[in-house]
Structure formats: structure tokens, C-alpha cells
């Protein structure tokens, strides 16, 4: 069983940076894939970005490309998110997830595990 705990999110302006940082329990991490998802009030829970954590391969939403960075530490156990140049339209919960499998999907229903959450406004 594996445990999800996000931090890093916050209040932020457009244009601006965040880190958020996914840290995992459990059995080894390094033998899941992991991602990023996020929900707007009213909207469903869209796909940010994923990293096969043993390979460190990654994929991300066409509208993430070029300013969200996903990255993983198997030594802490982390799965990491850095979000520049942020806007508006980012503002969001941010969810971490994870799965033991090989390869990473973009759908919510392929990930067994889930964080609680954290909380990201981008004011305009």
C-alpha cells in the first residue's frame, strides 16, 4: 500500500513559480509510475504530466509542454512538479498519483493510488 502526501502549493501571481513535491510510503516506490493531475472547480480531473520512476521517462499534456517539469528522487521517495510561468487558467487542487505498473497513463481510472491534494491559485 502505497501513501501520497503533496505539499508546495500556494498562492502565486501570473507568471510565477511553484514546486510542488509528492512524497510516498510504502513498499518500493521505485518500481511505480507516478503523476500529476489537477482539478478546477466544475471541471473534471485533467492529466498534468507522468514519470516512470525506475526509467525517469516522462510525458505531459500538450498545454503543460514547455512549462511544467515533472522529476522524481528514488533516494527521498519524491515525485516532483516545477510549474513557470504560471497563469490563471492554472489554478487548480493538484493531485499526485501512482500505479504499479511500467508504463504511465493519462486517465484518472489507471491510477490506484492517490494523494489529498494541494491547493494552487494563480491570481491575474
Known amino acids: 500500500q502505497v501513501q501520497l502526501v503533496e505539499s508546495g502549493g500556494g498562492l502565486v501571481q501570473a507568471g510565477g513559480s511553484l514546486r510542488l513535491s509528492c512524497a510516498a510510503s510504502?513498499?518500493?516506490?521505485?518500481?511505480?509510475?507516478a503523476a500529476w493531475f489537477r482539478q478546477a472547480p466544475g471541471k473534471e480531473r485533467e492529466f498534468v504530466a507522468a514519470?516512470?520512476?525506475?526509467?525517469?521517462?516522462?510525458s505531459y499534456a500538450d498545454s503543460m509542454k514547455g512549462r511544467f517539469t515533472i522529476s522524481r528522487d528514488n533516494v527521498k521517495n519524491t515525485v516532483n512538479l516545477q510549474m513557470n510561468s504560471l497563469k490563471p487558467e492554472d489554478t487548480a487542487v493538484y493531485y499526485c498519483?501512482?500505479?504499479?505498473?511500467?508504463?504511465?497513463?493519462?486517465?484518472?481510472?489507471?491510477?490506484?493510488?492517490w494523494g489529498q491534494g494541494t491547493q494552487v491559485t494563480v491570481s491575474s
Open positions: 510504502g513498499p518500493t516506490f521505485s518500481s511505480y509510475v
Open positions: 498519483a501512482a500505479a504499479h505498473r511500467s508504463v504511465s497513463g493519462s486517465y484518472p481510472g489507471y491510477y490506484d493510488y
Open positions: 514519470i516512470n520512476m525506475n526509467f525517469g521517462s516522462t
